[in-house]
Structures are given as structure tokens and as C-alpha cells.
């Protein structure tokens, strides 16, 4: 779970409806269960059923306390405020979505474990710069128990597995899709949104050069672009070649808008990815040979990204080890890594059940998303060198230790795996929206009139 939460209220309001928000936008015929009024004075009215979902209820509090919230965060946002009946149809409507999905997700085995609901909290108290009494505390001053806030996180993450177990194996990314969203974004932008770093040879030609002047320079040129092409130094080149006045910085123009840029280099460089060499381009100054060196589209990933190495001790539960013996284990041998009486490559090959124990538990480079998020999370909270709590995620229980930290030009077949991990997760959406509202039409649901 990714809880990246700027206020407390955030916080707090991260309850299953941000998991099935998708359903939000489904108008029901107004719902005969609630009016304005009704909402407005709910604390003070005695509870009722407005719903029943294959058994289970969902009360007009339930129901009041959710449009309240939505009703706090538009204003927080400084947005209109809904009509209330329409508000209290769209809410009722995904009260009952996220109860069918519940009630699919423990008929099915899915299960949240105490320890990952711990982490939860620790990973909300830490990104609201709070520690968990301080955070508990400001949840019960926002009126919710913590009981409660524990339940909405358990109910959280429980939707969140389930949306991975019987959604994401649905969803596949084609290199065909890949080639076509990176085709439309580098052809359609504005050039207000791309910005680009280019380098170039000026091959310059003399406004009074002859025929014969210009062909022997344009050989020149062509000379650069085809040992360019090959891979040699840039910078080697330009010092060779190259007629520009500054020479300085490898004949780097520098990052800017693509707009101001000549159009001539804009059209010759706009299909090109990083690392390529466009065509030569003619201009009234001469000949260039043009190098991408950065080019940063607001609709792609960035093509630089900071890489995580670390490694790691995995314990998995079994019937001779409980999670909390895991937990304890691993605690035991971070006092040791603590102290220095310890090695942890040593650890992870003699204790870690991974595939990683042989290389000493060492992960490699890896950069944002290749982990899962509740272990990317504390990676990402880590100093180099500082090894970890014991923390819980649906392989087992690890103990992390971060060596160091880069930043790195990703390849253009790094880059083509980030967009593919972009589109997924867009498909991710889609896919949901369907399977959530088919499992909705397949639960009974009764809804209620308001009590006399």
C-alpha cells in the first residue's frame, strides 16, 4: 500500500471508497433513504438501515459520516458543493459496491494480517510527520476510534489484494500498445510541453560559398553524422568537426522548451529518443548533426529515474514460524547488524528463505515500481547503509538494508517498460470498473425506507 499523504485529514480519509472511487459516478434514481435534512441532523437522529447487501447492513450513519467527508474534502479543495441528493444516491451506491467486494474478497481467502495493518499506521504517521500515539490521537479528535481506523485500513488493504488477485492477472500491455501511445505523445505534444537538451556539430557554409564549396562541406558533415551514428564521442566530434563558436560542454545547447528551439531541429529531433542522431539538417548557418540528449515529455515517464541497491532477509511463516517469531528473529538480527557483531550478507545466505540468500540477499539496481509497494515504501525511507525494521508484505516478513543510491538515464527498453507499467495500471482501472460493477450486479441488495 502507497499511503503518500500531505494532511491528516487525507489520512483519514483514506478508506475503501479511495479503493473503489471508480464506482463513484454511478447515479442511482434519488435514494429514498436519505434527505438534506436527514443527512444534515444524523448524529442526532437514532440509527437505522438503509441497505442490506447479501445480509449485511449499511446504516444511515455509515452513510451520513461518508458524505461528510466527501463534503469536508470539497471544501478543503475549495470545489462546489453537490447536491446532497445526489451526493447521498452516489455514496449509498458505493457503500454498497465496496460491501460486495468485501464480502467477495473474505469468502475468498483473503486475508489481511494485524502486522500489515500496523505498518500502515507506522507508514501514515511517518509521512504526516507524526509518530502513532500523536496520529491515533488526532484520528480520535476527528471522531473516528481506533478500532475503527484500524477496521477501514484492514477493509483497505483487503480491497487493494483483492484488486491484484482478480484484476491484475486480467491485464496485459502489447508492444503494439507500447508503440502507439509513444508514437502519439512524441507526435501530438505541444512544444510547450517537451523539453529537450540537444548537441551539435555546425558544419557552417559561407553565404558566398559556390556550389562546390557547399558540397565539399556537406561531405564533411555527412563524415560527423556517420561516425556520430557509430557510436563514437560526441564531444571527440564536435572538437573535430564542429564550427559553432562555444564549444564548450560537448556542444550541448542545453535543457530548455522545445519551443525555443529552432523548428528546423524541433521536426528533425521530435520522433527521436535519447542517445539517437537525427538527419543532417540544413540551415542558413550550415550543416548540423544533431544529438538528443534529454528529452522529458509531460505525458512519459522520466527518462531519469533514482535506482534503489539493496538487499534483504526474507522469513516466511509457516507452520514452525509464526509472523511475530519472524518479526522477533529478524529484530534480533538487526541489534546485531546495529552493533557490528553481525555481517549481513552473512545473515541472508545462512537465514534468508529468497533466492537472493546466495548473493548475500543483494537485490541489484532497481528503480521505482519493481517492488512491491509496501516494500518499495520503507526502501524509499532508508539512508544508505541503515538497515530496516522487520517489515510484513505478502511474501513474508524481511529485514531491508539500503547500500546506496543513483540516478540514472534509463535505456529506451527501460523506458518502454515504464510506459508499459503506466498503460497497465490505466487497464488496471478499466478492467476494475467492469469487474467491480459486475460483482455489484450479482449481489442481492434491498434498499430500505426510512423509518416514520
Do not use: C
Not at 28 to 45: G, I, K, R, S
Not at 185 to 198: A, F, G, P, V
Not at 205 to 231: C, D, H, M, N, Y
Not at 259 to 264: D, F, G, K, M, N
Request: hydrophobic content about 40%.
Amino acid at each position: 500500500m502507497k499511503y503518500r499523504l500531505k494532511t491528516l485529514s487525507l489520512a483519514i480519509a483514506m478508506l475503501a471508497a479511495s479503493l473503489s472511487g471508480h464506482a463513484q459516478g454511478l447515479h442511482l434514481a434519488a435514494t429514498p433513504a436519505l434527505t438534506p435534512n436527514q443527512t444534515a441532523t444524523a448524529t442526532t437522529q437514532a440509527d437505522f438501515i438503509v441497505a442490506v447487501v447479501n445480509s449485511e447492513p449499511i446504516t444511515n450513519t455509515q452513510v451520513s459520516r461518508e458524505i461528510q467527508r466527501v463534503l469536508q474534502q470539497l471544501t478543503q479543495q475549495r470545489r462546489a458543493q453537490p447536491d446532497v441528493r445526489v451526493l447521498a444516491s452516489e455514496v449509498l451506491e458505493n457503500l454498497i459496491s465496496i460491501k460486495a467486494q468485501l464480502q467477495y474478497a473474505r469468502d475468498t481467502n483473503v486475508r489481511v494480517e494485524d502486522s500489515a495493518v500496523d505498518q500502515a499506521i507506522q507508514n501514515i504517521a511517518q509521512q504526516n510527520q507524526l509518530n502513532v500515539p500523536e496520529l491515533m490521537r488526532r484520528v480520535q479528535n476527528d471522531g473516528l476510534s481506533a478500532s475503527d481506523f484500524r477496521a477501514q485500513l484492514q477493509d483497505q488493504i483487503m480491497l487493494q489484494r483483492l484488486r491484484e488477485r482478480d484484476v491484475g492477472g486480467r491485464v496485459r500491455v502489447s508492444d503494439l500498445e507500447v508503440d502507439q501511445y509513444l508514437t502519439e505523445q512524441k507526435s501530438n505534444q505541444n512544444l510547450s510541453d517537451i523539453q529537450l537538451n540537444l548537441a551539435q556539430i555546425l558544419v557552417s557554409v559561407p553565404e558566398t560559398a559556390s556550389p562546390e564549396q557547399i558540397a565539399a562541406l556537406r561531405k564533411r558533415a555527412e563524415r560527423a553524422l556517420e561516425r556520430a551514428r557509430k557510436g563514437e564521442d560526441f564531444a571527440a566530434l564536435v572538437r573535430e568537426f564542429s564550427d559553432a563558436s562555444d564549444l564548450v560542454n560537448a556542444g550541448q545547447l542545453g535543457l530548455r522548451e522545445a519551443s525555443r528551439y529552432p523548428a528546423l531541429f524541433v521536426d528533425a529531433t521530435r520522433l527521436l529518443d535519447v542517445g539517437a542522431v537525427a538527419e543532417l539538417v540544413r540551415s542558413p548557418a550550415g550543416f548540423h548533426v544533431l544529438k538528443v540528449v534529454e528529452k522529458i515529455h509531460a505525458g512519459l515517464p522520466t527518462a531519469v529515474v533514482t535506482q534503489s541497491h539493496a538487499r534483504h532477509i526474507l522469513l516466511i511463516p509457516n507452520a514452525r514460524l509464526s509472523e511475530a517469531q519472524a518479526r522477533e528473529e529478524l529484530a534480533s538480527f538487526k541489534k546485531q547488524l546495529v552493533s557490528g557483531k553481525a555481517d549481513f550478507a552473512t545473515l541472508a545466505r545462512e537465514h534468508s528463505q529468497d533466492g537472493s540468500a546466495a548473493q548475500g540477499g543483494d537485490l541489484g539496481w532497481a528503480s521505482p515500481g519493481m517492488f512491491v509497494p509496501e516494500f518499495e515504501a520503507v526502501i524509499n525511507r532508508l539512508t544508505p547503509g541503515e538497515v530496516s525494521d522487520p517489515l510484513v508484505s505478502r511474501f513474508g516478513v524481511h529485514l531491508i538494508q539500503l547500500q546506496e543510491r543513483r540516478q540514472v538515464t534509463l535505456s529506451q527498453e527501460q523506458q518502454r517498460e515504464a510506459v508499459r507499467a503506466m498503460l497497465r495500471e490505466k487497464k488496471m482501472d478499466e478492467t476494475y470498473k467492469t469487474w467491480a460493477q459486475d460483482l455489484r450486479a450479482r449481489a442481492y441488495v434491498e434498499l430500505r425506507e426510512p423509518p416514520q
